[in-house]
């Protein structure tokens, strides 16, 4: 929803489920425009296939399934003392 909430087109959107889960994964997914691609089993497999799965040159971001919101530093430095994490605005998302 984070994606999605952030105005980004759910065509954009690809969700890369583990062989066991891609059903599921489908039926909740598919209705709301994103597209579910059986992904593999593992972790390093799962980014294998993702990798694949675009072409040379595509540009990508990988995030897990289960993340609310992004966050961000007030910060330039990490030595910055004064720094506090903050939401990344959603219209930010978009590119």
């Known amino acids: 929803q984070l994606l ?3 105005g980004i087109s759910a ?3 690809f969700v890369f489920a583990d062989p066991g ?3 599921t994964y489908k039926e909740a997914l598919e ?3 994103l597209q579910v691609v059986k992904g593999r089993k593992g972790i390093c497999n799962q980014r294998n296939a993702i990798m694949e799965h675009f072409k040379p040159g ?3 971001v990988e ?3 289960d993340i609310s919101c992004l966050l961000t530093t007030t910060g330039a430095l990490r ?3 004064s720094a506090r994490t903050v939401p990344v605005p ?3 998302l978009e590119f």
Do not use: V
Request: proline letters at 8%.
């Open 31 to 33: 209705p709301l425009g």
């Open 79 to 81: 030595s910055d003392r």
């Open 4 to 6: 999605l909430s952030a």
């Open 58 to 60: 595509d540009r990508i």
């Open 11 to 13: 065509a954009r959107i």
């Open 21 to 23: 889960q891609f059903p």
């Open 90 to 92: 959603e219209e930010n």
């Open 63 to 65: 995030m897990d399934d």
